[in-house]
């Protein structure tokens, strides 16, 4: 099953003359030369010789490999080959490029062990603990308080310096992903770079507070294109059997992003240190330029953003291009593009996320939902070409697969932000210690999508079996978590939980990316990816703010009954109310010599009991995601003109060999 797909006159009883054709002529659907007019998607669907259908155009496609059988759907006799091919050295500069940008992008957004312990040493405000931004940093997170320090700020204001980076990031994803599909995915490769360069260039030269979060909205505007370029580039420029393997390397880049981009800015900071003497600092608040200082660990990001965007764009071929994407100029493009449904998305997730950063705050979020509905609006009556296609709104498929990554980042994020958390407060360990437990979690994360993608995604079509079974493992290791989640337990135990968590992510977030690229139509898979991103992308904000009110909940809970049976009392003193509050800032208070060997045990048995509940409460949602990811089926669309496309293939085989039987 999974074959090629034989055409409708073979299925009628008619004389299969699609093998002798194939024989005759030597090609494969996949076997046309690719030129600037060939689509470039043609994993599962893509135009034969003499096709002029667009992949991202219609979505015409003549050879579709797609079966309703979830187990095999969508295997080839024959590895489909890339849509371009490149040589080896174009190959090494693409990835070196590509894994530059990555770097920068993953180094500013995502926790690593050495800037999760730097928060919780610095950050007394247990709020602090629930910012999606202010704890989603890696190198950053190592210099926060130098900036703080440097443009007189407090930790109120110093959450921003993430949150404008991660907003924007988020929020302008999807908009990347269509942009692809109107412009040559090639051409946005400088814009990106320009933008992470300039955002770069901003905050090594700010002179306020508002001059550095203004560079971070900059490079978060050109971090939002990073994933989905790389993506779109592991799409096009690999084959079928080398695409899963691909994904999973990329996905490892981000992870190496995450572990050693605090280790980067820590190595860099003794050495070139934080300011030097430069040659201006734009002061925002007078318009004016002094010379005052530059903070060399922005500015160096510059030249390595546009080394790195140069790389890329020089390497990829330039008939990278779909037909649609090739033809008409740059005003015909522009017209193209429907901007009143950008700004409303954009809008709704701007308000979104900002409703989840610090306390939750309901009025942003409730006019996300207003916003969120006009949009839907003005994409369903409008416009004509909407920023987000009709056929992916209204995909049942892709919309639940998303909310299905959803529930698995929140999930993981519970791992990533409270295991360090554990290590400190119940196994007493050194910070720098108790931050490393991430090292195993996430190593696991890059080798379970590189090894299956490697052993398994080698082929184009459905893989509904093998992310249910993945999701069911990722939750498996969460419930196991809340099991070793006890100070009596080795430790060793829970370092293998976490890895098996860490693989378990890696290999489904590889299996869902190729099951929803089956599930998309030919023509919508950039946005479909960049959308799929940017749910990924609210996992940390929903991770950290429902999962931090999970966990303090229960933490305070269990302090409070805890020293209630140590002091008999039938109510807490003043001076427990303060130690509670201090013990719920400051996880390593429990082994700091602070409180005697009672106090202690108390300490150390709520934060094990709040971090079972956390875990516990991640496990459900994991199951919850599997139901919804078994919803989202595994039948790939149809795509529009398949079946006039195939009735003309139909005529045109049984005309070329109608004399093949009598000869």
């Known amino acids: 099953m999974g074959s090629g797909r034989v055409p409708p006159a073979t299925a009628r009883g008619a004389v299969p003359t699609a093998e002798v054709t194939s024989t005759i002529h030597g090609l494969g659907p996949d076997d046309v030369p690719a030129t600037e007019e060939t689509p470039l998607l043609r994993s599962s669907s893509s135009s034969s010789s003499g096709s002029s259908s667009d992949t991202l155009g219609d979505g015409s496609a003549l050879w579709n490999t797609t079966s309703t059988n979830p187990h095999d759907s969508g295997i080839k006799d024959a590895a489909d080959p890339p849509s371009l091919r490149i040589g080896p050295s174009r190959v090494v500069s693409i990835a070196v490029s590509l894994w530059l940008l990555i770097f920068l992008q993953a180094s500013s957004e995502y ?90 260039l901003l905050c090594a030269t700010a002179g306020s507070f508002a001059g550095f979060v203004a560079g971070r909205v900059v490079a978060g505007v050109g971090a939002a294109g990073v994933l989905t370029l790389a993506i779109i580039l592991g799409l096009e420029l690999t084959s079928e059997r080398t695409r899963g393997v ?56 510059v030249p390595v953003s546009l080394a790195a965007g140069l790389g890329v764009y020089l390497s990829v071929p330039e008939s990278m291009g779909s037909g649609a994407a090739t033809r008409g100029t740059w005003r015909q493009k522009l017209d193209r593009i429907d901007f009143l449904g950008a700004s409303l998305l954009a809008l709704t997730i701007v308000l979104f996320l900002y409703g989840l950063v610090g306390d939750i705050q309901a009025l942003p979020i409730l006019l996300s939902l207003v916003s969120l509905l006009v949009f839907l609006l003005v994409e369903y009556r409008l416009v004509e070409e909407p920023i987000i296609p009709i056929k992916v709104l209204s995909s049942r498929g892709i919309l639940l697969s998303c ?91 829970f370092v293998m939980v976490v890895l098996v968590n860490g693989l378990a992510t890696g290999a489904g977030l590889n299996y869902t990316l190729a099951h929803i690229l089956h599930l998309s139509h030919a023509d919508t898979r950039y946005v479909t990816t960049s959308l799929l991103g940017t749910f990924r992308g609210f996992g940390g904000s929903f991770g950290t703010a ?48 602070f409180l005697d060997a009672a106090e202690q045990n108390v300490a150390v048995e709520g934060y094990a009991g709040a971090s079972r509940g956390v875990w516990q409460a991640a496990a459900a949602l994991g199951f919850i995601t599997v139901a919804i990811q078994a919803a989202t089926g595994w039948t790939a669309p149809h795509e529009e003109g398949d079946s006039e496309i195939d009735e003309e293939e139909a005529r045109i085989i049984i005309g070329e060999n109608e004399g093949v039987g009598e000869a």
């Open 246 to 301: 691909v994904m999973g390397c990329i996905n490892a880049g981000f992870t190496l992003g995450v572990s050693f981009g605090a280790i980067a800015y820590g190595g860099l900071m003794p050495v070139i240190g934080w300011v030097c003497p430069g040659f201006f600092t734009c002061e925002w608040n007078t318009g004016q330029f002094a010379d005052k200082t530059q903070r060399p660990l922005f500015w160096i990001q």
């Open 111 to 200: 926790p690593s062990p050495l800037a999760f312990m730097h928060l919780v040493k610095h950050h007394a405000k247990p709020s602090l603990f629930l910012l999606p931004a202010a704890s989603s940093m890696s190198g950053m997170a190592l210099i926060q308080g130098a900036i703080a320090a440097e443009l007189h700020t407090y930790d109120s204001s110093a959450m921003w310096f993430s949150s404008a980076y991660l907003i924007p990031m988020s929020s302008l994803a999807p908009v990347a992903g269509r942009l692809a599909t109107i412009f040559a995915p090639r051409a946005l490769i400088l814009p990106v770079a320009a933008f992470l360069a300039a955002g770069g």
């Open 403 to 493: 909310l299905a990554q959803l529930g698995v980042m929140s999930a993981r994020w519970t791992v990533l932000f409270y295991a360090p958390i554990f290590m400190l407060a119940v196994r007493g360990a050194a910070p720098p210690a108790a931050g490393s437990i991430l090292i195993p979690t996430n190593l696991g994360f890059a080798l379970g999508g590189v090894i299956v993608g490697w052993l398994h995604v080698r082929r184009s079509g459905a893989f509904w079996l093998p992310s249910i079974v993945s999701l069911v493992f990722f939750s498996a290791s969460l419930y196991g978590l809340s099991l070793v989640a006890s100070p009596s337990l080795p430790v060793e135990l």
């Open 546 to 593: 429902i999962g931090g009110g999970i966990f303090y909940r229960l933490l305070r809970s269990n302090l409070e009954f805890g020293f209630f049976e140590l002091d008999g009392g039938t109510h807490l003193s003043e001076y427990r109310r303060k130690m509670i509050s201090k013990l719920i800032s400051s996880p390593g208070l429990a082994y700091d010599g």
